[in-house]
């Protein structure tokens, strides 16, 4: 299949599909766009990429409406991208520069908006793109992108477009928008080719399920503010190399490079053989090594840096070499290009984020920013996991944060202290269960939270389970209002269905440990109208495998929006979270260190916590087995529910959020992988729905 006819795509947060490689228009002139774009869609492009900025959008409006009115494509064919320019970020302002650029183009609604950077200046009229002062400095505005972020939500429920997102955010900026969404940021389109590769940065994105487009995929050779002295990507040896290889061209291996990535790509040209050629990128299939032979070219270099922006509150490009800061120091230093900044983390204690200019005392926990002198330089780490408790975003919109306190083994007497500990160190979500039996100390823990204010209701994320003795149809929503009753909440935000086994319940005089009359998806059926009344937000499942969350997915009209189950370099599941994020269904993974403590536990099992593998690899980090073992489900975009009693031990697993790790320190950990399953449910092993 030729690249022109698969096309391929990627899913956004909100279930929208964005095709993978889309036609740049930056830089193409008023007399070159119209055609290029007419070149690019009947070569079998479905993606444009436009800005109100690019003084273009005239033009690619008429190049549409020609191909509609010869009926080349429909209107719902093609995904069009339109960007938000700063001279628009008052929030009053918004709206008028999307209604400007649909005029243009001639459209009702764009496919995706994005706030074209983080960065706002002072609006002249719609014409002037740079407004300046006497002395030739941008005039830049005390705006803060959050206020133009909720500005362009209101986008969305007008209809106006079909999905939001960003672009040229760096990571605390993007960390804060996803915080305080209320419609998801469906992307981040950011500069991405060899020689700034942005691993962190593009981790970071997938890990909270925004889409990352890279622009200038060929280094922007033809840029007017290039130099001489600037790495040419299309000239090098090892790029020419590598395409003569795979019998494609420099260009086309670029390309390649994002889309293997699973990045969406849009690289511009005028040329109609040009546009044909990239657009069979998607032909071209690199390997990890291939991958890792380009990265070999990695700089640093961005080829666009954004003159005249250097001095902004919100400039997002760092400079300054690299730094490792080992996890636990108090003192954290980054250079920001034009000024220097000297971060100090205050751990455990509640202090705010203050700026030079003092407009926005940001509600940031566990730094105060000051003023520092020059040379400092920027850590790989730039932002403490408890100031940012990071968060996915589920099929259904919803946000749910990466880390969460278990409490499975934890007594009533214990749970409650653990509860109160874990939230006042930056948990903002907890994990229990009806068979646990401590939803009425948990519940406790909360009531109590909220009325010291430490947090609100809609802070936190709960998420509690439905036992098997409730699978009968006619008993679920008994079963989720006992559990609200126990937990003292109006709502839940998560309710999984335990496992696919159906218990008798010998309160009612059943005998016997399971009732294998009652199937799974019944019990599914009657869990789907709990989200209609209200009860819980999000429903989902646990302890399923491939087979049986295959069929439920097949017959659900309300999403699966996370499946719970064991998971460890020991039994790694490979397959089931393959099948997991195939179909957008959010991974839980619990007993992250194999479950040691355990009544069952044999001397002849794995001990994680004393592998030599693991304490290698947390040595090089810096950090504690725990942190390591946490931050192999993290790292690869998975919630984890790590379960302590211990005030310490709970920090310190909360700051696993911070452990970075490669590629190649999961491929190690992997290496662990034994088949052991540390809870194999092993009193139910005769049941006909027994999923191990």
């Not at 206020?147 to 079909?162: H, N, P, Q, R």
């Not at 950011?190 to 280094?219: A, R, W």
Request: with cysteine; charged share 25%.
């Amino acid at each position: 299949m030729t690249a022109a006819t698969k096309n391929s795509y990627a899913t956004l947060a909100d279930g929208s599909n964005m095709p993978l490689i889309g036609l740049g228009t930056w830089k193409s002139k008023p007399d070159q766009v119209r055609e290029a774009v007419i070149a690019a869609v009947k070569a079998g492009y479905r993606h444009i990429d436009a800005a109100y900025c690019y003084e273009n959008e005239d033009e690619i409006g008429e190049a549409l409406m020609e191909l509609f009115e010869e009926g080349v494509v429909k209107r719902e064919d093609l995904f069009i991208t339109g960007k938000l320019w700063s001279i628009f970020h008052e929030p009053s302002r918004v709206r008028r520069c999307l209604e400007l650029s649909l005029k243009a183009l001639q459209l009702d609604y764009i496919d995706l908006f994005l706030m074209h950077s983080a960065m706002a200046t002072e609006y002249i009229d719609d014409d002037t793109m740079s407004p300046t002062n006497e002395e030739g400095l941008l005039m830049v505005a005390d705006i803060h992108y959050i206020d133009t972020w909720m500005a362009m939500e209101s986008t969305v429920d007008a209809g106006l477009a079909k999905s939001i997102g960003v672009s040229n955010f760096s990571i605390p900026q993007l960390g804060e928008v996803l915080e305080k969404t209320r419609i998801p940021c469906a992307v981040n389109q950011v500069e991405n080719h060899p020689l700034i590769n942005q691993k962190e940065l593009i981790d970071f994105c997938k890990q909270n399920h925004v889409v990352v487009t890279s622009y200038s995929p060929l280094g922007s050779p033809d840029r007017q503010e290039a130099s001489s002295n600037d790495p040419i990507l299309l000239t090098s040896p090892l790029v020419k190399e590598m395409a003569a290889a795979k019998k494609c061209t420099p260009g086309q291996l670029l390309i390649a490079y994002n889309l293997c990535q699973e990045l969406v790509c849009i690289p511009k040209s005028v040329t109609p053989k040009r546009i044909k050629e990239n657009l069979l990128s998607l032909d071209v299939i690199l390997s990890d090594d291939d991958i890792r032979k380009l990265d070999s070219l990695e700089c640093n270099f961005r080829a666009i840096t954004w003159e005249g922006f250097e001095n902004h509150l919100h400039y997002p490009f760092y400079n300054g070499d690299d730094s490792t800061t080992a996890l636990g120091a108090t003192t954290w230093n980054f250079s920001i290009q034009g000024r220097q900044q000297l971060f100090e983390a205050q751990i455990l204690q509640s202090v705010h984020w203050r700026h030079d200019r003092g407009r926005r005392g940001a509600a940031t926990s566990f730094y105060t920013i000051q003023w520092a002198p020059n040379n400092y330089k920027r850590p790989s780490v730039i932002m403490s996991a408890a100031s940012k408790n990071r968060f996915i975003t589920l099929s259904n919109g919803k946000k749910m944060p990466l880390i969460g306190l278990g409490t499975w083994k934890s007594k009533p007497n214990e749970v409650h202290d653990s509860v109160v500990a874990a939230v006042k160190a930056g948990y903002r979500h907890i994990d229990t269960a009806f068979m646990y039996d401590n939803e009425k100390e948990v519940g406790d823990a909360l009531q109590e939270l909220f009325k010291e204010g430490i947090v609100r209701r809609e802070d936190l994320f709960i998420t509690t389970k439905m036992t098997g003795a409730y699978h009968a149809p006619s008993r679920v929503k008994t079963a989720i209002e006992l559990s609200l009753k126990a937990l003292k909440l109006d709502y839940l935000d998560l309710y999984l269905m335990h496992s696919p086994m159906a218990m008798k319940d010998p309160a009612a005089g059943d005998t016997g440990t399971d009732d294998e009359n009652i199937h799974y998806l019944d019990t599914w059926k009657a869990m789907e109208s709990l989200v209609g009344e209200g009860l819980t937000k999000s429903i989902g499942v646990s302890n399923y495998n491939v087979s049986q969350l295959e069929t439920l997915l097949k017959a659900a009209k309300v999403p699966c929006v996370v499946h719970q189950f064991e998971n460890h370099p020991a039994l790694n599941q490979q397959k089931l979270i393959a099948l997991c994020k195939s179909k957008n269904v959010a991974v839980t993974s619990y007993s992250p260190f194999g479950s040691p403590d355990r009544q069952w536990a044999s001397e002849k099992d794995p001990a994680l916590l004393k592998s030599p593998v693991v304490k290698e690899i947390a040595d090089a980090k810096g950090c504690n087995i725990g942190q390591v073992l946490i931050a192999y489900h993290l790292c690869q975009g998975l919630v984890c529910i790590p379960k302590s009693i211990n005030p310490s031990r709970i920090q310190g697993n909360f700051l696993s959020l911070d452990v970075k790790l490669s590629s190649e320190d999961i491929k190690k950990l992997d290496s662990l992988e034994c088949n052991f399953r540390a809870v194999p449910w092993q009193w139910f092993t005769k049941h006909p729905h027994y999923p191990f």
